[in-house]
C-alpha cells in the first residue's frame, strides 16, 4: 500500500486547510487511517484516526474541536479538515494504514504499517 499526502501549504493563524491522504491503486476502505505530525525538535504526535469497519474517530486532545477526519470513499481518500489554525500546528503531517481495527492503541505510531512520505503544513503570518 502506497500513501500519498496532498493539500499542505502556508496559512495565516485561524485560516484553514485540508490534507488528503490517497492510496495508489488500492481502496483504503478496509484500512485504519491516522494522521501523524512531526515539528523539528519535537517527537512525532498523533493528530487523529478513523477505525477501518465503523469509521469510529479518534483525535488528540489539542486537535479536538478543530479538526475532522473523514474518507471520501467516491474519491478513495481520507481526508483531514483542519480548521482555526495555529502556528503550533506547524509541522509535517504523516498519513498512516494498518490492516487492524484499533481501539486502545490508535494513538500508537507503532501499530501503522504503511506511512506516505509527509505534506508540510505551516501557519505563520
Known amino acids: 500500500l502506497q500513501l500519498v499526502e496532498s493539500g499542505g501549504g502556508l496559512v495565516q493563524p485561524g485560516g484553514s486547510l485540508k490534507l488528503s491522504c490517497a492510496a495508489s491503486?488500492?481502496?483504503?476502505?478496509?484500512?485504519?487511517i491516522a494522521w501523524f505530525r512531526e515539528a523539528p525538535g519535537k517527537e512525532r504526535e498523533v493528530v487523529s484516526c478513523?477505525?477501518?469497519?465503523?469509521?469510529?474517530?479518534f483525535y488528540g486532545d489539542s486537535m479536538m474541536g478543530r479538526f475532522t477526519i473523514a474518507r471520501d470513499n467516491n474519491r478513495n481518500t481520507v481526508n483531514l479538515q483542519m480548521n482555526i489554525l495555529k502556528p503550533e500546528d506547524t509541522a509535517v503531517y504523516y498519513c498512516?494504514?494498518?490492516?487492524?481495527?484499533?481501539?486502545?492503541?490508535?494513538?500508537?505510531?507503532?501499530?501503522?504499517?504503511?506511512w506516505g512520505q509527509g505534506a508540510q503544513v505551516t501557519v505563520s503570518s
Open positions: 491503486e488500492l481502496s483504503l476502505g478496509p484500512y485504519t
Open positions: 498512516a494504514a494498518t490492516q487492524k481495527f484499533l481501539f486502545g492503541q490508535w494513538h500508537l505510531s507503532g501499530v501503522y504499517d504503511y
Open positions: 478513523i477505525n477501518k469497519g465503523d469509521d469510529l474517530t
